[in-house]
């Protein structure tokens, strides 16, 4: 079965480093997420992503987060300057089509110390 | 701002004993998901349900969306060592422009042989 694959499966960073964290997402969807849960909290919507442009972004995706499909098949997440609070697995979601269910990647575990 | 209070927060019980968990909210859903997640893994889709008062049953699991699209449960009869996972629910809001999910902080469910 597809599935959608998220690479670093770790990734430490210094405070102030740029990130980019990497999606697969499963090749027939059409809409596209990131999601992230601090360790112990409950998972939180970041942003979604159709027909290459955010559609909705949470008050956690700030001006040091952005998002890019650059060749059709990658969905990346770069955070411009990470603080130690970014700490966090970041998980991707793609979707075939709006109401049809979200398929999860693994997650990448970023630890910004 | 949307929120969906889980519990118990965990549960320890014996195989073959019945189990149900809540889900509630005091904001109305288009739909209702409920994931089970594994450590280090994302969140898997068991379930979703989507008319007030729907009832679905996968196996010895039978979810419930209240007839007010504001709660659920999810009920395991005769509990298995395997059904042993965090259990989260999420409420989906299709009117946000996009299939943003807001999920509970989970049941994390210990079956003990």
């Known amino acids: 079965e597809p599935e959608v694959t998220q690479t670093p499966s770790h990734q430490v960073t210094q405070m102030g480093q740029e990130v980019i964290l990497r999606c697969v997402p499963i090749?027939?969807?059409?809409?596209f997420y990131w999601y992230r849960q601090i360790l112990g909290q409950k998972v939180e919507f970041l942003v979604s992503?159709?027909?290459?442009?955010?559609?909705?972004k949470s008050e956690i995706f700030d001006d040091q987060f952005s998002v890019e499909r650059p060749d059709g098949s990658n969905f990346t997440l770069k955070i411009r300057s990470t603080k130690l609070e970014d700490s966090a697995m970041y998980f991707c979601?793609?979707?075939?089509?709006?109401?049809?269910?979200?398929?999860f990647g693994n997650g990448t575990r970023l630890t910004v110390t | 701002t949307q929120l969906l209070e889980q519990s118990p927060q965990f549960l320890s019980i014996q195989e073959g004993e019945n189990l149900t968990v809540y889900c509630n909210s005091s904001?109305?859903?288009?739909?209702l998901q409920w994931y089970r997640q594994e450590p280090g893994e994302g969140p898997v889709l068991l379930v979703t349900?989507?008319?007030?008062?729907e009832v679905k049953k996968l196996k010895r699991l039978t979810f419930q969306f209240g007839d007010a699209r504001k709660d659920s449960s999810l009920h395991i009869t005769a509990a298995q060592p395997g059904d042993t996972g965090l259990y989260l629910c999420?409420?989906?809001?299709?009117?946000?422009?996009?299939?943003?999910?807001?999920f509970g902080k989970g049941t994390k469910l210990s079956v003990i042989p």
């Open positions: 979601a793609s979707q075939r089509s709006y109401n049809s269910p979200l398929h």
């Open positions: 090749s027939n969807h059409l809409y």
């Open positions: 992503f159709y027909n290459n442009e955010i559609s909705e």
């Open positions: 904001s109305v859903f288009s739909s």
């Open positions: 349900v989507v008319t007030g008062g």
């Open positions: 999420a409420g989906a809001d299709s009117g946000a422009g996009s299939y943003q999910l807001t």
